[in-house]
């Protein structure tokens, strides 16, 4: 059998250490802060224009960093979208009590986002490309829908309307979707204001 040179060991248990390290070394980020830098950008550019290099600047985490938190982009954008519905989830917009008219209002008014390149709804915005993305990505917007449609028909519900407070609710929502794409056309707050109010007038007397 060959005998090892005297050098050679030293420089594999070198390696060896280098690579535990490597492994081993904590993050230096936080994926929360990860997921709030990176889904404006999304929101942005959208998931296709959006590059890897833009990514990297807006989180300060290189390629590998991300990679070693997100299996891909297309990872990193579900965990956005995720992020972001569990965020608006928590505002409670149609969970307060008493349901009611209410509540539909306050969600049209104040559920679509004005804040900087962050306009409309983040979830809406991703819906214009469903072709291209992950099915899981369309699986959690879908279900996002649905929660939404349910919640938006116990409020209506609890106005006894004449018209099935499920299907007010899909006018509602279908609404609301209108409402946050014009957001991304820079509609004026007033304008989108005026929709609404004539808006809830017309499924008050339903």
């Known amino acids: ?38 889904m404006p950008v999304f929101w942005k550019h959208g998931f296709s224009d959006t590059s890897l290099q833009e990514l990297e600047r807006a989180t300060g985490v290189n390629k590998s960093g991300l990679y070693t938190e997100f299996r891909d982009k297309e990872d990193l954008f579900v965990a956005c979208l995720r992020h972001y519905i569990e965020s608006q989830e928590k505002r409670g917009l149609l969970t307060k009590e008493p349901l009611g ?22 979830s809406v915005n991703s819906m214009r490309e469903f072709a291209i993305l992950p099915d899981e990505a369309y699986a959690v917007v879908t279900k996002n829908r649905e929660l939404l449609e349910r919640l938006l028909a116990l409020n209506i519900e609890a106005e006894k309307p004449k018209m099935a407070p499920s299907a007010i609710g899909e006018m509602v929502l279908s609404f609301f979707s209108g409402l946050c794409i014009e957001r991304n056309l820079k509609s004026g707050k007033a304008s989108s204001t005026r929709k609404i109010e004539n808006f809830m007038t017309a499924l008050r007397s339903l």
Do not use: H, T, Y
Request: glycine share 10%.
């Open 1 to 38: 059998m060959a005998k090892m040179q005297p050098g050679c060991r030293d420089i594999e248990l070198v390696g060896s250490l280098s690579d535990n390290e490597s492994m081993g070394r904590p993050k230096n980020f936080s994926r929360e802060k990860v997921l709030e830098k990176a």
């Open 101 to 122: 008219w209410k509540n539909v209002e306050a969600f049209l008014k104040n559920g679509p986002l004005n804040k900087g390149e962050q306009q409309g709804c983040f």
